[in-house]
């Protein structure tokens, strides 16, 4: 009996111990429905951004992606993305498709402009540059070597 009661209190301790560990998960990785406003933009390629990645300003994480969808009309890839209460962007905010490294995640990375008039909830970021395809500069960079070598021959 003395050690039914011994292995109830430490599976117990276990338990707490874990919902902890998962309430600490979850408080940080703001899986929490986001509060703020939702911007979107058009971009010709978003390879390697998913949906929560980060969107970020000098860096810092402001928000994040919340839905990613292909424009039928022009074929570009529509990103929302929802920005955090406080953050006033200006209307002339640009934004592009960053990397954390070669091998690291994608992120959005808006630029703030100097227009005195705001973005607003359910806006679009105009100006936008789409994700540099590291592979095909590289494929670029040796087959125009390769092909400068042969003509020299």
Do not use: C, H
């Not at 292995?7 to 560990?21: K, R, Y």
């Not at 703020?36 to 970020?56: H, M, W």
């Not at 994480?61 to 074929?75: A, E, I, M, N, R």
């Not at 008039?117 to 087959?143: C, H, K, N, P, S």
């Amino acid at each position: 009996m003395r050690g039914t009661v011994v292995e109830t209190l430490i599976g117990a301790v276990v338990l707490a111990v874990a919902a902890g560990f998962f309430y600490v998960g979850y408080s940080r990785t703001e899986l929490t429905p986001a509060s703020g406003y939702e911007l979107s933009a058009n971009f010709d390629r978003v390879s390697g951004l998913s949906i929560g990645s980060d969107v970020r300003v000098s860096g810092i994480k402001v928000g994040s992606v919340l839905s990613q969808d292909l424009d039928p009309d022009t074929f570009e890839a529509v990103l929302v993305m929802g920005i955090r209460p406080g953050i006033e962007l200006p209307e002339d905010t640009s934004a592009k498709i960053g990397q954390d490294g070669l091998l690291g995640g994608s992120f959005v990375d808006l630029v703030p402009g100097g227009s005195p008039d705001m973005l607003e909830d359910g806006d679009q970021v105009e100006f936008t540059q789409g994700a540099i395809d590291l592979i095909g500069l590289v494929g670029r960079l040796v087959y125009g070597s390769t092909e400068g070598s042969e003509d020299e021959q």
